[in-house]
């Protein structure tokens, strides 16, 4: 079920201040991969403070890196269910975890971070992990 | 740290790894945990030798990406816990003992027209040919005619019993495939499963119970014989 609308807002905000689109609708999350040019990364945001906690200001921080991809994309676990299942489905062999990442470059996933490996760790330390895969990929 | 609930232990709110006396492995979110019991939600199970993964495979494997959850709540004995641990860390292990671990002797030259992916990971080959899958790919090439251009395409496609299968095939290079060049024939890669293959070593092995190439990937499970050993 999900959470009322005014508790979330502000973890949605916290996103879409940094300048990451989210996207609501599964339409939208099509749109949005149907660009295969350069690289794109989707978050799946989440209410969970014990790890969206630390993956919010984590994926703001690594955008402030000098590669980076090209388009930034949310989408919100348990809230906008159409839009994270369709997300989940370029993904569709790894399972599901909320917070996430993924990363794509030219539509093929090339990083994911799972949840477990943002629970418990710092912003600086999942932001160093995001960084690391742009440099790689971006 | 990471929880705000503080009526809860300190593991709330992890994954974490659930280790037992018996043949049985938990993976689970921790909702809390005391003296008598641990409690999981989202979380899976294995035992040991289970579709062929012993537990350390099956954790192996988690800590890559994840477990399908299959139960919501699990509560377990506290009397059967040998130890609890975070799944984060067991990935952060694996990687730092992967990276530790000595170059293979074929070391394969990554070509210069490789993709920037590839070019990224610097000395260190995407995945590795053993001297005998070397000679056993370019005796199945030659036999099929050796056509120009005709390498080795190693994949991943999602289904088989541990979640994934291997798809190894002859064919020649796609655009953006990543290029792992050996003396005799290249390797391709399309990038997608450069994810899940990173670190593999294939190995063709001759054996009583008959000959294959035999996968060995850090980042999966390589005792299931659905997907892992391909007969040829």
């Not at chain 1, 949005?32 to 989707?42: C, E, N, Q, V, Y």
């Not at chain 2, 890559?64 to 975070?86: A, C, E, M, N, Q």
Request: hydrophobic share 40%.
């Amino acid at each position: 079920m999900p959470y009322p609308e005014a508790l979330v807002a502000p973890m949605r905000a916290e996103l879409t201040s940094a300048g990451i689109t989210e996207l609501k609708t599964a339409v939208e999350v099509d749109k949005f991969m149907a660009d295969k040019s350069g690289t794109a990364m989707i978050i799946v945001n989440s209410v969970c403070g014990c790890a969206a906690g630390g993956a919010r200001p984590g994926v703001k921080l690594s955008l402030q890196h000098g590669k980076k991809p090209v388009r930034v994309a949310t989408v919100f676990a348990g809230q906008d269910t159409e839009a994270v299942a369709k997300a989940r489905s370029y993904f569709a062999d790894i399972p599901p975890s909320s917070p996430c990442v993924a990363l794509f470059k030219e539509g093929e996933l090339v990083h994911f971070t799972p949840r477990h490996m943002i629970e418990g760790r710092d912003p600086k330390s999942i932001a160093a992990e995001l960084v690391k895969a742009f440099d790689e990929n971006c | 740290m990471g929880t705000f609930h503080d009526n809860k232990s300190a593991l709330h709110g992890i994954t974490v790894v659930v280790d037992t006396k018996g043949p049985k492995v938990y993976v689970g979110r921790c909702d809390d945990e005391d003296q008598e019991k641990v409690i999981l939600v989202d979380a899976d199970i294995h035992e040991d030798g289970a579709n062929g993964k012993s537990k350390a495979d099956y954790v192996k494997r988690a800590a890559k990406f994840g477990v399908w959850k299959k139960y919501d709540h699990l509560v377990i004995p506290r009397g059967d816990v040998t130890s609890i641990t975070r799944l984060g860390d067991v990935h952060e292990i694996a990687v730092k003992a992967e990276a530790a671990k000595p170059a293979p002797v074929a070391v394969p030259v990554v070509e210069a027209a490789a993709s920037k992916a590839a070019a990224a990971l610097g000395d260190k080959p995407i995945v590795s040919l053993t001297e005998n899958a070397q000679v056993e790919v370019k005796r199945l090439i030659v036999e099929q005619g050796d056509k120009p251009g005709v390498g080795l395409r190693l994949g991943v496609k999602g289904g088989g019993c541990s979640g994934f299968s291997y798809k190894l095939e002859f064919d020649v290079k796609k655009d953006g495939d990543v290029v792992v060049a050996y003396p005799q024939f290249n390797v391709y890669l399309d990038r997608k499963s450069t994810v899940y293959l990173r670190g593999i070593s294939l190995d063709f092995q001759k054996g009583l119970s008959g000959k294959g190439f035999v996968f060995s990937n850090p980042n999966a499970t390589n005792t299931c014989g659905c997907g892992e050993s391909f007969s040829v």
